[in-house]
Structures are given as C-alpha cells and as structure tokens.
C-alpha cells in the first residue's frame, strides 16, 4: 500500500466508537458516514474532523442521513477504489416475542440490506459488521416475501423455514374474521380501509383499556379528548368488515357517552372494546403482511389466538450466503468480549469481518485474540474512572464547562489512554436525582441493584419482579461494569458516592478519551455513549482487518500499550 491510507466508508456511525478505533491505527481515511441522529453526527463531526487534517488530500467526511439515498456507485467512482466497509446496522428480525406491539415488521430491518448493498456496491477489499449477540440465533429472522424469491431461493438456494405468526386474540368473533381473512387474500383486498382511521383515537382507546381498575376516572378525562371522534363515532371506519363488527363499534360509542357506570355496563365496555382493539391489531398486521407482500401460507385460530402461517429465514444465514457469494471469507466464530481489549467492561457483541478471498486465499478469518485472557487481569471501574471521584458533576447542560483533571503521578495503561494529553474534563454531567431515587441509592452496597432493596422502596414500580437487574445497579469499583446501554435511563450509581455516574464516567467505561467530546442532549449523550462500539474494541478489531489487508507495521499495536 505504501504508506497510502485505506479509503473506508462508516456506515450507521453513530457517534464514532468503531471508526474512532480504525483511525487510531492511523492506516484509515474515512471518506463518508451515514448516520440518521442528528445529535450522533455532530459528535462525529466534531471528533473525527481532526483526523481530516492529517489526511494529504485534506479533503472532509462526506456525510449521509438516509443509507436508503446514497448512491454508493457514484462514491466508489469518486474515489476511485474504497478498501473498508464498517458500521453496525440495527435488526430486530422478527419474533413472536414482539407480538404486543401494534407493527409486525421492523423498520430496521431492511437496514440490514442496506448494508448489504453498500458492500455489493462498493466492492471493498473488507468489512466489519458489528451487531447484537442474538442476531446470531436463528430465532432472530427475516419474514420471506415475494420479492426475496429470485435473491433468497433462487440466487442463494436458503432454506425456508415455516413459522406461525400470531396476530392477535380470541375473542367472540374469531370464526367470522379468520374466514373474512382468508377471503380477503383472495379477493386481494385493501385491509387498510377497515381500520381505524384516527390513529389518535385507537391509541386512546388502547390506552383506557389499559386502566380497567380505573376505569370511571380514566374515561370521565378521557371524554373531553373524545368529544370530536364521539360526535363523528360513524366516520372513523371507511368500511366494516362485518354487521356483527359495526354493532360492537357502536355500543363503545353508547357506553362511552354513558354518564352512569354500574359494574355490569363497566363489564361490558371493557369486553367490548379489547375485542375491538384485539381485531384492529389483527387486521393491521395483517395489513402489514400484504403491504410488504409477505407470502401467506394459511390463517388459522389455534386455542388462544389468531395465527398466519408465513415462511422465514435466518438473517445469519442470509448474510453469511450473500457475503460468500460476493466472494468474501468470513470468521466462524463471532462472538467477541470488549473486556479482552483493556475494555473496563463486560461487553460481548458479535462481530462479522469478510475479506476478499484474494487477499487470504484458502486461510481462514478469525477474529482478533484476547490481548488479557485472564478474568482477574481484566481492567476494572476503579481503575477508569476513580480519578473523577471527587469531581462533582454538573446537572444542568448548559453549565458544561471545561475543568481541570486532578493531577496523578501514577497511572495504569488504561487511564494513561483514557485520559490522553488533555488537562480538561468535558461531559461531567449527571442527570439530577430525585429525592425518592436518592433514598434507593444510600441502601444499595457495590454491586447490588433495583433487586436488593427492601420492598419499602419498590412501591413507585406497578410491577417490581420485571424490572431487569441493570437497575439501579452501584457500580463496582473492584470488577468490570457490565455492558453500558444507557446509564442514565438504568439509573446506574456511582461505586462510592450516592450520585449518577456521568456522561464522562460512562465514556470511560466505553474506552473514549478524555478528547472525545459528545454533543447534544443530556439524554442522547448518555444513548450515544451506550449504543457505541468501543473505541478499544473497534482498534483491536481494526488491527485484525489491517493484518488481513498486508498493512502490520507502522503503527503502534494495541497490545503495547494496554498490556498491564
């Protein structure tokens, strides 16, 4: 390559956790980024502009919003050849275990093939995918639509795996909708005209069926936000599906405008209206289903709900298939934990890195190897962040200000890299705490959370036994943290004081340093910190892809400077 930088595009870049670790090797020049948050993109453009200086040409980032609108042809032939691909687009696949929810189909979902067609558009000699543990299970897939036919069956030869799909409920007339169903499919009907047309009003309705045991309170307020639909209760369907449907509809709208409740007319509204909410929510996935022509096998009622039989497969097996059938050699094992990488952290994330089989041949892709292998060697809270215990953290945005960082004689590699060679902290803000949230944090010792309170401090919490073990979790100052999503939304204590750990403190746990400095929102920092890669992680991944690449010298290795 003689000294020529490799020309990447970061794609899903969020703030810039990945790519920050490719360009500490100082061998990238980033060329564009696509990112869709605002707030993530001005974080990017204010860390990696730097780097533009140390480019020949000087020339900025391109960067994108929507992955959907860029013409990645047009890129590749403005700058001639791109050698990387990186970025970690979101999935949620499909799964029953969403089936609440009024959508089927994720948004996100077809990121993913976005992705893949900036990699079959642009060519590079290599890529890193980087995305959740689950998406390796072959419960994380795709819905199998016509449009898949020529790419899925034909092109690639997976295999469809058959699935049932529940939409909805029982309820009293399950026989007359599943037959309507099955008609419409025939028929090639427009579900959309059977369903609630004012998306207010059904949240509003949703939302009373929900407050049953409030129920007189609750709809006595929410009458006055009703008054319009109430008054035009006939217009909000532009079609019924059926007489015994329309009947229902139009008792809700006489118990509604009741102005007495006695226990039998309270009964029956509630009945009536989870059968119309339960038969919306059927007919809007099934909605979904024919407006994303997914390919319907059967519907039927099972004992407790309504049912479609579709076909999927797996979004693994379809990425590993078209990767290797864009001729790249892809790692077997994927599955990699930041804390393996001088990462204060225990944070495992799957990550996917195809070559081009010209440059490995018939060898093999592997991951990085673990730098610290040994549990007790990892780097721990203490050692990242409890030089700031003593700095009282900022709670209003706006008085963000540069302070000076206590002076140390002594540090260990990691906060020796963490704290780099700036003098000033920026990003030492907490959300404020509330009376009754400080009160749960002088209980809990290091490493306990939401769970070893007494039940005196659960009451604020409808249902406690959900509330996942993240919560109100006091760090340890004597072990890695666990993964870092975003701090302030779990509530996460500082290991000594009764306090939020901040912007910064999470930062650290993530191996940003001191001069990575975030934008936006309080909030959107915290999210951005927790939905980054690793800037560790992302390097040793880096120096892995470089090694493949034929680029091993002239640059320092992690390894040098993490090692204990």
């Given at each position: ?6 020309l ?12 920050l ?42 960067y ?33 275990a ?18 893949v067609r ?14 959740v ?8 897939k ?19 795996i ?41 949240s ?26 109430l ?23 006489d ?34 289903i ?15 709900n309504?049912?479609?039989k ?57 991951l ?31 008085e ?8 140390l004689?002594v ?9 780099g ?5 920026r ?19 290091q ?83 927790g ?15 470089l ?5 091993e ?12």
């Amino acid at each position: 390559m003689e000294n020529k930088k490799l020309l990447a595009v970061d794609l899903f870049s969020g703030a810039g956790g990945l790519s920050l670790g490719f360009l500490q090797t100082g061998q990238v020049k980033i060329v564009a980024a696509v990112e869709n948050n605002e707030s993530a993109q001005k974080t990017y453009k204010r860390n990696h502009c730097r780097f533009v200086h140390t480019y020949d040409d000087g020339k900025a980032i391109k960067y994108f919003k929507d992955i959907k609108k860029v013409n990645f042809q047009q890129l590749k032939d403005e700058n001639e050849k791109i050698d990387l691909v990186f970025g970690g687009p979101p999935c949620q696949g499909f799964s029953n275990a969403n089936r609440q929810k009024s959508e089927l189909i994720s948004t996100n979902n077809q990121l993913v093939k976005e992705y893949v067609r900036a990699i079959e558009e642009l060519n590079p000699d290599a890529f890193v995918m980087e995305n959740v543990k689950a998406m390796r299970s072959e419960k994380h897939k795709f819905l199998y639509s016509l449009k898949d036919r020529q790419e899925i069956v034909e092109d690639l030869g997976i295999e469809l795996i058959p699935n049932k799909v529940i939409l909805g409920k029982h309820n009293s007339l399950t026989s007359q909708l599943v037959s309507f169903l099955k008609n419409s499919i025939q028929r090639e009907l427009d579900l959309s005209q059977f369903i609630i047309n004012d998306k207010y009003l059904y949240s509003k309705i949703s939302h009373i069926n929900r407050k049953e045991k409030e129920a007189r309170i609750y709809i006595a307020k929410a009458k006055k936000d009703l008054q319009k639909a109430l008054s035009n209760w006939n217009e909000q369907h532009n079609s019924y599906w059926s007489t015994a449907y329309e009947e229902k509809w139009m008792k809700l709208r006489d118990l509604l405008l009741s102005e007495e409740y006695s226990d039998s007319s309270s009964n029956d509204l509630f009945l009536i209206l989870n059968e119309i909410i339960e038969i919306q929510k059927i007919l809007m996935k099934m909605n979904e289903i024919q407006a994303n022509s997914i390919v319907i096998v059967d519907i039927l009622s099972d004992h407790k709900n309504v049912c479609v039989k579709v076909q999927t497969y797996g979004v693994m097996s379809y990425l590993i298939s078209k990767f290797k059938s864009l001729d790249y050699v892809i790692n077997e094992d994927r599955i990699i934990n930041a804390a393996h990488f001088g990462a204060p952290q225990l944070r495992e994330r799957l990550i996917l890195i195809g070559v081009k089989k010209s440059f490995v041949g018939e060898g093999s892709v592997v991951l990085p190897e673990s730098i610290i292998k040994e549990p007790s060697l990892y780097y721990n809270v203490e050692e990242a962040i409890a030089d700031l215990e003593d700095l009282d953290p900022f709670t209003i945005m706006e008085e963000d200000k540069p302070i000076d960082k206590p002076l140390l004689s002594v540090c260990n590699p990691l906060l020796q890299y963490l704290r780099g060679a700036t003098y000033k902290l920026r990003n030492h803000v907490m959300t404020e705490t509330t009376n009754t949230a400080l009160e749960r944090f002088k209980v809990l010792e290091q490493g306990q959370n939401f769970h070893d309170l007494d039940e005196a401090y659960k009451q604020t919490y409808s249902n406690p036994g959900r509330t996942q073990n993240t919560v109100y979790l006091r760090l340890n100052y004597k072990t890695p943290s666990g993964t870092v999503l975003n701090a302030r939304k779990s509530m996460w204590i500082h290991p000594r004081k009764n306090r939020a750990i901040s912007i910064r403190e999470a930062a650290r746990l993530q191996t940003f340093p001191d001069d990575f400095v975030f934008e936006g929102a309080k909030d959107s920092q915290y999210q951005q910190i927790g939905n980054a890669v690793p800037p560790l992680l992302g390097r040793a991944v880096a120096e892995q892809v470089l090694k493949y690449l034929g680029i091993e010298e002239g640059y320092e290795k992690l390894r040098s400077f993490i090692m204990r």
